[in-house]
């Protein structure tokens, strides 16, 4: 998961489609090709503004790769947590860095929501950072996911500067400094800028408006908060 990001967190605001070409089960290729489309097509800042990132299903990870520009980087939506072996279906991050696919979400709730993922999974991940500059935190209410509701720009600042506070206790100060955090749930075109005018909120996960042409406006809006 890299990062270009140093001891000042704000050279690149990140910004993650977490649906983008389309999470559900039944997206097609024709839908894929129209996201794709529409981002190739849009008018959005240099990579040392803000730093894009869609992440498809797994099976259309080569197609978007194929055909997205190249300022645009691809993640995967997953990973399983071992190297290799015999489980079957599950997807391992040597696997997504031999396709070229240099990040990955990891522990999204609707992973432990539904498939039954712990919360210690993820605190285990996080006590085997060994290089914090290859991180990006989000922070997603679990009740503005798909719900139309948004945490206010004071309330997402809020949790986004505690974030920000554990990391200076429990890992260092320049850690804390340097890493950027990510703000996700039902964020809009309507929404972002003031969002991204928080001292502490770094970036955007988006969910659905990552589907729509909104998700331009939404890229832009690193420019507002620059």
């Keep these: ?13 990140p910004v993650f489609a977490e649906e983008a070409s389309t999470s559900e089960p039944n997206g097609t290729v024709d839908q894929v090709d129209k996201i794709v489309k529409t981002l190739n097509d849009g008018q959005i800042p240099s990579t040392d503004v803000v730093e894009v990132v869609v992440s498809p299903p797994y099976v259309f990870i080569p197609v978007v790769k194929s055909q997205l520009r190249p300022e645009i980087q691809v993640a995967a939506q997953n990973c399983w947590v071992k190297k290799g072996g015999a489980y079957t279906g599950e997807v391992s991050a040597e696997m997504l860095v031999n396709l070229g696919v240099p990040w990955v979400i990891l522990g999204h709730s609707e992973r432990r ?30 009740w503005a996911i798909g719900t139309g509701k948004v945490a206010t720009p004071a309330q997402a600042q809020e949790v986004h500067a505690s974030l920000r506070d554990w990391l200076k206790t429990n890992v260092s100060p320049e850690v804390a400094e340097s ?12 929404n972002c800028n003031e969002l991204a005018g928080q001292p502490d909120v770094d970036g955007f996960l988006v969910g659905g408006a990552s589907l729509k042409p909104e998700f331009i406006d939404i890229i832009n809006s690193a420019t507002k908060s620059a």
Aim: with cysteine; charged share 20%; aromatic share 8%.
């Design 113 to 142: 929501a539904l498939l039954g993922e712990s919360n210690e999974e993820v605190v285990c991940f996080t006590e085997r950072i060994k290089d914090w500059s290859n991180v990006v935190i989000a922070y997603e209410p679990v």
């Design 1 to 13: 998961m890299p990062s270009r990001c140093s001891l000042t967190r704000n050279i690149s605001m």
């Design 179 to 190: 890493t950027r955090i990510i703000y996700g749930g039902s964020v809009t075109a309507a």
